[in-house]
C-alpha cells in the first residue's frame, strides 16, 4: 500500500511539473524556447534520424549537410546521441515536430525519474524526495535553460552521484564500473553535464580522501583489484576515444579565451541570486544584468539555501548531526561553487581551465550549478531525513510542506514560447527551391537574426537532402566568412566551386532582429553585406570567432 501511494505521489508531481514547464507547448502550441538554439538541436535531433532511417541521405552522423563542404561539423556543437534514441522512437510514429515536443517532456520526465530513485537510495522519505527531485529536475537554473536542450538530459546525473558516494565510502570494483559507465553515459547523453559531473566526482573523491582511513582504503582496493580495474579503465578509455576523436578532430587547433570568453561565465555572487525573468521571484530579487546575463540566472529557489542555512547551523551546533555521505555531497556542492565562482577578475576556475582534462571546451561554466544544486539537495535531505527518522509523526508533515513549497518555488508562470509555423512555411518553400540541385548558399535576411536565416536554410537542406553552405553552431569552420556576413559571389568562389546562389531567406516580419544589449550597443544581430572597398573583403585566411556577446551560447 505505502509502495502504491508513493508511485501515485511521484506521478502526480511528475503531471503538475510538465503542465507547469511546458504549458505553452501543452496548450498553446508554441515551441519552447526560441528560434535559435531551440531549432537548432531540434535540427541535430531529426538529422541523426535521417542517417539511420534514410539510406539516401547526403549527411553522415558527423557531417550534417551544413557548412558544406567541411567535414565533421556536428563536433562544433553537442551530438545528443545518448538522448536521440528517445527522439527517433517517437518519430516512428510523429511528425518532427510533434516528436520534438515529447522528446523534450520524456527527458525531462526521465531526469526526474532518475533524481526519485537516487533520493529514495539514499532512504529519503517519498515526500522528500519528490521535493528534492522536482526542485532539481524542474528548478528554476535548469528550465532557464529549456532553450538550450543539449542540457535537457540529465538522467545518469543522480544515480552517478549515488554510486560515487558508495565508492568512497567503500571502494569497491561494482561501484567504480557503475560509476564509470553513468558518467559514460551522461557524456554520450550531455557533453557539458556530463564534463561536469564527472569533474564533481573528482572533487568528491578528493574531498573524502580528508577523512581518516579514506587513503589506505583506496590503496587497498587498487591493489586488490588492480587488473580488472586496469581492464574497466581501458575499455572506458577506448569508448571515449570513439566519441571524442571526432572533436579533437574538428576542433584541431581551435581555442578558447579565457580571459574574453569563459571568464564571462563564471558564476558570480549576483548570479546566485538571479532568478529568470519568467519566475515569481523577479517581485523581490532582480535578476542580474550584464554581459551574458541569461547564463547567469542560477538561483535555485530560496528553499535551497534555507535548508542550507538550517543544515549549517545545526551542524556548527552539534557536529555529529550531519552523516558522512550527506556531509560528503555538500562540501561536494560547496568545493564546485567555490572553484568556479568569479571574485572580481580572480576565480580558481582559471586554473582548472589550464590544468584539468577538458576544461578548455568548457564555455559556461555557470551550468556547473546543474551538478552542484543536485548534490546540495541531496545532501541537505539526507541530513533532515535522518534526524527526522527519530520522530516518526513529522517526516510526513515536514515532506508535504517542503513539497508544496517546493513546488511552489520553482514556478515560472511566465515561461516563453514561440510560434514555429511562419519559421516551418519559409523552410518548406526554401525546401523547393533548393530540391534536386546542387550544394546551395542561402542569402541570410538582413531584417532578422543571422543564426535564424542560416537555421532556417539548414533544415530546408536536410528536408530537400541538397548540402547547404550555411551553418551556425558552436562555431564556425577555420576560415569560414563571417557568418553575419552576406556573402557575395567572389566570396562564395573563394570558399567552394559549384555552389548555387539562393535568394535571401524571409523571415523578419516573424523574427526581427533583436535591439542590440545594453552593455554592448555597437553590436548587431542583423546580416550585412560585404564592404566593397578591398581593405574591407574578407580574406581567406583563419576566421577569428566573434565577440562571444554576438553569439547566443551553445
Known amino acids: 500500500m505505502r509502495s502504491l501511494f508513493a508511485g501515485a505521489l511521484y506521478g502526480v508531481v511528475l503531471l503538475v511539473a510538465t503542465a507547469g514547464t511546458f504549458a505553452p507547448t501543452l496548450f498553446e502550441g508554441q515551441l519552447q524556447t526560441d528560434p535559435g538554439d531551440t531549432l537548432l538541436n531540434h535540427y541535430i535531433l531529426e538529422h541523426g534520424w535521417r542517417c539511420v532511417s534514410d539510406p539516401g541521405y547526403c549527411g553522415t552522423f558527423w557531417s550534417p549537410p551544413c557548412f558544406y563542404p567541411e567535414k565533421n561539423t556536428l563536433a562544433y556543437s553537442e551530438n545528443m546521441l545518448g538522448v536521440g534514441p528517445y527522439y527517433w522512437a517517437a518519430r516512428l510514429f510523429l511528425d518532427a515536430d510533434a516528436a520534438y515536443a515529447v522528446w523534450m517532456i520524456f527527458v525531462a520526465g526521465l531526469t526526474y525519474v532518475s533524481a526519485v530513485w537516487t533520493f529514495r537510495k539514499f532512504d529519503v522519505p517519498p515526500l522528500l524526495a519528490a521535493a528534492g527531485a522536482v526542485a532539481w529536475a524542474y528548478g528554476l537554473p535548469r528550465i532557464n535553460q529549456l532553450g538550450h536542450q543539449q542540457l535537457l538530459g540529465a538522467m545518469y546525473a543522480p544515480p552517478a552521484l549515488w554510486y560515487a558516494s558508495e565508492f568512497c565510502r567503500r571502494p569497491a570494483l561494482g561501484s567504480f564500473v557503475a560509476v564509470t559507465g553513468l558518467v559514460g553515459l551522461q557524456i554520450l547523453s550531455s557533453i557539458y553535464i556530463g564534463w561536469f559531473l564527472a569533474f564533481a566526482i573528482g572533487v568528491m573523491i578528493a574531498i573524502s580522501l580528508c577523512s581518516a582511513g579514506a587513503t589506505n582504503r583506496l590503496v587497498e582496493f587498487v591493489r586488490a583489484d588492480a587488473w ?327
Open 228 to 554: 580488472r580495474l586496469a581492464a574497466v579503465a581501458t575499455l572506458a578509455g577506448a569508448a571515449a576515444y570513439v566519441l571524442l576523436h571526432p572533436y579533437l578532430e574538428a576542433n584541431q587547433g581551435f581555442r578558447r579565451s579565457f580571459r574574453h570568453e569563459v571568464r564571462l561565465m563564471l558564476p558570480r555572487f549576483d548570479s546566485m541570486l538571479s532568478p529568470p525573468p519568467s519566475s515569481i521571484w523577479t517581485t523581490v530579487l532582480p535578476p542580474t544584468d550584464g554581459p551574458l546575463n541569461h547564463e547567469h540566472h542560477i538561483f535555485p529557489g530560496a528553499g535551497l539555501y534555507l535548508l542550507c542555512v538550517v543544515v549549517a547551523v545545526v551542524g556548527l551546533y552539534r557536529c555529529s548531526a550531519i552523516p558522512p555521505a550527506p556531509f560528503l555531497l555538500l562540501m561536494t556542492a560547496a568545493g564546485l561553487m567555490l572553484l568556479s565562482l568569479r571574485f572580481g577578475k580572480i576565480s580558481a576556475w582559471s586554473v582548472v581551465f589550464q590544468t584539468v582534462p577538458g576544461a578548455k571546451a568548457i564555455r559556461a561554466v555557470t551550468r556547473i550549478v546543474t551538478i552542484a544544486h543536485l548534490a546540495a539537495w541531496l545532501g541537505v535531505l539526507c541530513t533532515i531525513s535522518c534526524w527526522l527518522r527519530a520522530r516518526p509523526r513529522l517526516p510526513t508533515a515536514v515532506g508535504a510542506i517542503l513539497l508544496v513549497g517546493s513546488v511552489a518555488d520553482q514556478y515560472q508562470p511566465r515561461l516563453p514560447g514561440f510560434d514555429q509555423r511562419p519559421f516551418r512555411a519559409e523552410v518548406s518553400r526554401l525546401t523547393e527551391e533548393l530540391r534536386n540541385g546542387p550544394p546551395a548558399y542561402v542569402e541570410p535576411d538582413a531584417g532578422s537574426p543571422f543564426w535564424v536565416s542560416h537555421i532556417a536554410a539548414m533544415w530546408a537542406g536536410l528536408k530537400a537532402n541538397v548540402p547547404v553552405v550555411n551553418g551556425y553552431s558552436g562555431r564556425t569552420p577555420p576560415g569560414f566568412p563571417d557568418e553575419k556576413l552576406i556573402w557575395d559571389d567572389d566570396e562564395l568562389a573563394r570558399w567552394t566551386d559549384g555552389v548555387r546562389r539562393i535568394p535571401a531567406v524571409r523571415l523578419a516580419a516573424a523574427y526581427p532582429a533583436p535591439p542590440a544589449p545594453p552593455d554592448r550597443p555597437e553590436l548587431d544581430f542583423r546580416p550585412r553585406r560585404i564592404e566593397r572597398d578591398p581593405s574591407c573583403r574578407i580574406s581567406p585566411t583563419k576566421h577569428s570567432p566573434p565577440a562571444e556577446p554576438a553569439r547566443p551560447d551553445r
